[in-house]
């Protein structure tokens, strides 16, 4: 990595008029000689495209470096505007318009990344490739906010336990617990300048971060066709590495690579193992087959978990059963058919059920955390008094995803989708389903 210098590295700097948010917004310029654009989009923070200032020398020397400073941030305007993923987005692709014929390498951090990934999954014609760094987005509202658990489900239980709590609402907790306080649905605040003035104080900041975790990005993880590489630090508690998982498992083309020991801003903490890890992304080649969605499994071993803890389970199986049991990993595994019952569960990249019409999974007084799992049957998950919290889980030609029996079960999707013959559904809510209803 090439040391930043006293002064700026940049060669151009100037303020333009954009039509989107109807502002201005300052666009910072390197390398202007080179064919191929590298375009990299900051977080939230006040600090915007500076973020970047160590890492350009050496990025232009290779590439046409372009880095604004995003409409509510740095040195562009700032405005009582709805600073939503969805608008960004549509303010990046104006801005690509301005550099026709050019191929583009889109790098996004944190929000920079939940904006890119949009714009990816909506104007992937310019796009060469896209890097997304500690990636915020993905997950459902009541997954960033403990507040929003006890405000919206109406159970007796919190959904989430006391240390996972302690971890979660770090992007927009302080917005959520404000909102959460009145008797309006997020979408309501956002609606107009008026209510973003009352109950947000017209910050972009704030703005930004509530239209993000308002945002289901559902139906884009399957319409991102270009190479996705994915920079995460292991350690993060903003972006936590689930979010990867999730992008990881349902994107058709894409790299992880994990930053051991590194947070939500790799970038400051260990600038030499990032820009390692981000021309590794830049150049390097990934395997050009898609993944396969849903792979028939040979499991012929049925394995029982009775009162232990901290069990962890990898591998194929015919049928998993699990009583009492707590702390359960299970990952990177094949299943036929999983029973619980009394315990508590996390099951990651793994594939669960088969081709008949029965259930994939039951769960009896259960909590099941699913993150990047294919489910396939004729019912994907019975329920009976069970807390499920499912990000990026697939249900394929499942007509049934979840149904309930017994007492009432708290169920939230984040990301997650349903598919049958070709027709996706997404599923992305939270509910308690009760005896005989079904989604």
């Known amino acids: 990595m090439t040391n930043a210098s006293a002064s700026p590295p940049w060669q151009h700097e100037q303020s333009l008029d954009e039509p989107i948010f109807n502002g201005h917004f300052l666009l910072r310029e390197a390398g202007r000689e080179n064919a191929d654009i590298l375009l990299l989009v900051h977080g939230l923070g006040h600090e915007a495209s500076t973020i970047w200032e160590p890492f350009v020398p050496e990025l232009a020397a290779h590439f046409h470096v372009i880095a604004p400073d995003l409409p509510?941030?740095?040195?562009?305007?700032?405005?009582?505007?709805?600073?939503?993923?969805?608008?960004?987005?549509?303010?990046?692709?104006?801005?690509?318009?301005?550099?026709?014929?050019?191929?583009?390498?889109?790098?996004?951090?944190?929000?920079?990344?939940?904006?890119?990934?949009?714009?990816?999954?909506?104007?992937?014609?310019?796009?060469?490739?896209?890097?997304?760094?500690?990636?915020?987005?993905?997950?459902?509202r009541l997954a960033v906010s403990q507040h929003f658990v006890r405000d919206l489900i109406r159970l007796d239980l919190p959904f989430f336990s006391t240390e996972v709590e302690s971890r979660l609402g770090r992007i927009a907790g302080m917005i959520l617990e404000k909102t959460s306080r009145v008797p309006l649905d997020p979408d309501l605040v956002l609606a107009t300048a008026a209510t973003r003035e009352k109950f947000l104080g017209a910050d972009p900041g704030q703005i930004a971060a509530l239209a993000l975790v308002q945002t289901d990005f559902t139906g884009m993880l399957s319409s991102v066709n270009v190479p996705v590489w994915l920079i995460w630090g292991d350690q993060d508690q903003i972006a936590p590495l689930r979010i990867a998982t999730i992008l990881d498992w349902n994107l058709s083309h894409s790299h992880l690579k994990l930053l051991n020991g590194l947070g939500h801003v790799p970038m400051n903490e260990d600038p030499q193992r990032f820009s390692d890890a981000l021309w590794q992304a830049l150049e390097g080649e990934m395997n050009s087959e898609e993944k396969t969605a849903f792979t028939q499994m040979p499991g012929v071993e049925d394995v029982h978990c009775d009162n232990e803890s901290g069990r962890v389970f990898r591998g194929d199986y015919a049928t998993l059963n699990i009583h009492n049991c707590y702390d359960v990993v299970i990952a990177d595994a094949r299943i036929l058919h999983l029973n619980s019952v009394d315990s508590r569960i996390t099951i990651e990249r793994s594939i669960i059920g088969n081709n008949a019409q029965e259930q994939a999974i039951r769960s009896l007084r259960s909590e099941i955390n699913l993150t990047g799992v294919d489910i396939r049957g004729g019912i994907g998950i019975l329920v009976d008094q069970s807390r499920l919290d499912l990000a990026g889980v697939r249900f394929i030609d499942t007509p049934v995803a979840v149904a309930g029996e017994g007492n009432p079960s708290a169920l939230l999707f984040s990301s997650s989708r349903k598919s049958i013959d070709g027709e996706s559904t997404p599923l992305h809510l939270s509910r308690s389903l009760r005896h005989g209803e079904s989604l």
């Open 72 to 140: 509510g941030f740095g040195r562009s305007s700032r405005a009582n505007k709805l600073y939503s993923p969805d608008n960004y987005a549509q303010f990046l692709y104006w801005l690509m318009g301005r550099f026709p014929g050019k191929p583009i390498y889109l790098v996004g951090h944190s929000l920079g990344g939940a904006i890119s990934l949009n714009v990816a999954a909506r104007y992937d014609e310019r796009l060469a490739r896209l890097i997304l760094v500690d990636s915020v987005g993905m997950l459902h």
